[in-house]
């Protein structure tokens, strides 16, 4: 599988980013007005499943390329602080998308969710738990 290395990273890479961009969509779509066009199309089936669909091609990667790096989580540490925050960005996502009556609430639990998901990058980019902050120090 050592072979195929490149392609699966390319693969990961690329669904972390299509990932991102349609967390950033469907959020943008919902906060702009709940009642129209764009928003109902932001928590359509076909939207929901295209979500799902990247995701699951995101993890499927990610755990190949854990295989063949052969660095787990709970063993090494940037990997088990990308996978607890990949927890939290998941719980903050359902918060947003599914719980929040308000507009407020909705972009709070986005905007966190956002943030996290750029610490989760900084995290991968810098192999090292403190991410960004690891970097600038």
Known sequence: MIEFYAEIRLAHIWSVVA??????????????DREKA??????????????????????????MLMTIVQQ????????????LLLIVYVVLGISAFRFSETRGRLAAFWGAGLLVFLFIVSIARAHHPAGIFYALA
């Open 38 to 63: 764009p928003a109902r199309i932001a928590m359509s089936m076909p939207v929901k499943l295209t979500s799902y669909t990247i995701d699951t091609v995101l993890l499927t990667a990610a755990l």
């Open 19 to 32: 990932s991102g961009a349609l967390f950033f969509l469907r959020g943008l779509a919902l906060l702009w």
């Open 72 to 83: 787990y989580p709970f063993i090494d540490h940037w990997l088990t602080t990308k996978v």
